[in-house]
């Protein structure tokens, strides 16, 4: 299984993928946890080049890909091809939302670079943590450049990840975590894994 994990800024996708870890490890389900950008060396030193520095939005797209292309060919890959779930924090579905929706790049040139990158894999089952902008912003704890776009920023990437969720219903779960603690969300994708457990 390749699980991938998206939504705007704070909306707790990094704890949702630290207790899920967790329950998985009690039942014995072999995994990887990952992240995008990052997971390997070189992509984590692109990672802090996207969240840090101001560039145009056409170099922010290409530093994902070629970051995108580094971790799918030496992390998931080889986690998949050895039988391991994959779990990933952010994948294809965030550079749409964010470099698409948000940016304005077109969607169809971004579709054809996260194919190229992600040797045309999409993941099995992507959960979409659907969390109002403002709250998220408020609990956001990893200060970047992402951030500091703001509220407007972020409801154009939200709406993207909707529109994105509403045309690939089969592989989407939308989660709605306004209300939920941690615990309720991780039984939530809990519940949707069990068939494949």
């Given at each position: 299984?390749?699980?991938?994990?998206?939504?705007?800024?704070?909306?707790?996708?990094?704890?949702?993928?630290?207790?899920?870890?967790?329950?998985?490890?009690?039942?014995?389900?072999?995994?990887?946890?990952?992240?995008?950008?990052?997971?390997?060396?070189?992509?984590?030193e692109?990672?802090?080049?996207?969240?840090?520095?101001?560039?145009?939005?056409?170099?922010?797209?290409?530093?994902?890909?070629?970051a995108?292309?580094?971790?799918?060919?030496?992390?998931?890959?080889?986690?998949?091809?050895?039988?391991?779930?994959?779990?990933?924090?952010?994948?294809?579905?965030?550079?749409?939302?964010?470099?698409?929706?948000?940016?304005?790049?077109?969607?169809?040139?971004?579709?054809?670079?996260?194919?190229?990158?992600?040797q045309?894999?999409?993941?099995?089952?992507?959960?979409?943590l659907?969390?109002?902008?403002?709250?998220?912003?408020?609990?956001?704890?990893?200060?970047?450049?992402?951030?500091?776009?703001?509220?407007?920023?972020?409801k154009?990437?939200?709406?993207?990840?909707?529109?994105?969720?509403?045309?690939?219903?089969?592989?989407?779960?939308?989660?709605?975590?306004?209300?939920l603690?941690?615990?309720?969300?991780?039984?939530?994708?809990?519940?949707?894994?069990?068939?494949?457990?």
């Amino acid at each position: 299984m390749f699980i991938t994990f998206e939504g705007t800024e704070g909306c707790g996708k990094s704890t949702l993928i630290r207790n899920l870890s967790t329950r998985l490890q009690t039942l014995g389900v072999p995994h990887l946890v990952t992240r995008e950008p990052g997971g390997t060396r070189t992509a984590e030193e692109i990672r802090k080049i996207i969240l840090n520095e101001e560039m145009d939005p056409l170099t922010e797209l290409f530093l994902y890909e070629a970051a995108r292309a580094e971790h799918f060919k030496t992390t998931i890959a080889p986690a998949l091809k050895q039988g391991n779930w994959v779990l990933c924090d952010r994948f294809t579905d965030s550079t749409l939302a964010y470099q698409g929706y948000a940016r304005g790049i077109q969607l169809p040139m971004i579709r054809t670079l996260n194919r190229i990158a992600s040797q045309r894999r999409s993941p099995d089952l992507t959960f979409f943590l659907d969390l109002p902008v403002e709250i998220g912003l408020s609990r956001a704890s990893d200060p970047n450049r992402f951030e500091r776009e703001g509220v407007e920023f972020q409801k154009k990437v939200r709406k993207g990840f909707l529109e994105i969720a509403k045309k690939e219903k089969k592989r989407f779960r939308v989660i709605r975590v306004t209300d939920l603690d941690p615990e309720q969300v991780c039984e939530k994708v809990m519940r949707a894994l069990r068939k494949h457990l």
